[in-house]
């Protein structure tokens, strides 16, 4: 009779083993470990109802690294964006909430579009082609974020891409007047989740009368994952050597101040809470923290999207790194959340526990002849992306 010798058991011995690994790679276990899925997806639920009863849908949009990020219609917001860890762990990454009427009641613009013109108009006050446009003055004297009913609180058209990978479009017509603003502009903004864990987001826009645009996307950001706390201990560089100093009112004075030295410059990463409680400087006094606009510096290739920030939290070690090719960006530390807002899993939201980096045109550029235009024309199209994207450092 034959016996098999050693060699036979080892080779048995690895068979075994390799299918066992195989099988445990499919799984998801207790503490979020998710392993690499084969395919990209974009999948669509119900999320809620309008008060008129119309349905509101989530597309979740997933990538074969597993990275996973569900956006709206309602107001285009992104809800979760679930992403791995240094130890493999997946876990949510944006602030928001878990239902439709969260967002309905009172938001702080948790992961929304933003527009017709994100950010603050002086007096919600400016003239274009010898005319005075009014708009709503929903932040004390000043017009924010595209006013009562802005871009943020709309239910846009979605429409899912064919495409190799997940994407989403969203398409918006302000109808001439809306908020104030002149000209029908049609919007389209598309969400598309890139192999690399990037998210990108494209704007465009055109219109029928000479208007004003500047649209972002005000995403709260916490990268510790399921929101362990503030953001101070989040590192964040960030491509600026000017940022606009503000009056008491967040409105820019129209001068470009350079950050070196101060509680602004962050062109060498430092944690964001290092010099937010430096009350002795004015700017952080009058935004309670940050709450400014820095102008990136330009990028060496013209065409090419120019870097705006890194941001590594040091514990879960995921890193978030923005590009843009827009002029600035806001730099927002939450300072507005007093806990009062209850997000997903019951976490109540405290002052500075997100950031936001809102990739746009300067704040009241209508009302400032020194800062790059914000008006469009009907024979011009409106064009611009931004990327967010996702990493970890070990
Ligand atoms: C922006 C503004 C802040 C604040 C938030 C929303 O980023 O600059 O002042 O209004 O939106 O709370």
Known sequence: MLYPNSNYFYFIFCILLILVSISSCQTQTANNKV???????????????????????????????????????????????????????YEDIVLG??????????????????????????????????????LATNNGENHLHGGLRGFDKVLWTAT?????????????????????????????????????????????????????VNLTNHTYFNLSGDVKGDILNHEITLNADYFLPVDSTLIPTGELKSVKGSAFDFLQNKPIGKGINDTENEQIRYGKGYDHSWVLN??????????????????????????????????????FLDGTIIGKKGIAYKKRYGFCLETQHYPDSPNQKNFPSTVLKPNEVYKTSTIYKLSVKQ
């Open 298 to 335: 330009p990028s060496k290739e013209k065409s090419a999207m120019n870097f705006v920030a890194t941001v590594l939290e040091p514990i879960s070690g995921r890193v978030l790194e923005v590009f843009t090719m827009e002029p600035a960006t806001q730099f927002y530390t939450g300072n």
């Open 35 to 89: 392993q690499k899925s084969e395919q990209n997806s974009i999948t669509k639920s119900e999320f809620g109802k309008m008060p008129d009863g119309t349905s509101v849908y989530l597309y979740t949009l997933r990538n074969t690294q597993n990275m996973e990020v569900r956006i709206s219609d309602y107001g285009g917001i992104i809800t979760h964006w679930i992403a791995p860890d240094n130890k493999g762990r």
């Open 97 to 134: 909430y878990d239902s439709l009427d969260g967002y309905l009641k009172a938001t702080p613009y948790f992961g929304a579009i933003v527009g017709r013109y994100g950010n603050r108009i002086s007096k919600g006050k400016f003239i274009l082609d010898g005319q005075t446009y009014h």
């Open 160 to 212: 899912t891409v064919d495409s190799e990978i997940p994407t989403l479009k969203l398409s918006y017509l302000s109808k001439d007047g809306e908020e104030g603003y002149p000209g029908n502009l049609q919007v389209e903004v598309i969400y598309s989740l890139q192999e690399d864990n990037s998210l990108k987001i494209d704007y465009q826009a055109t219109t029928d009368k000479t208007t004003i």
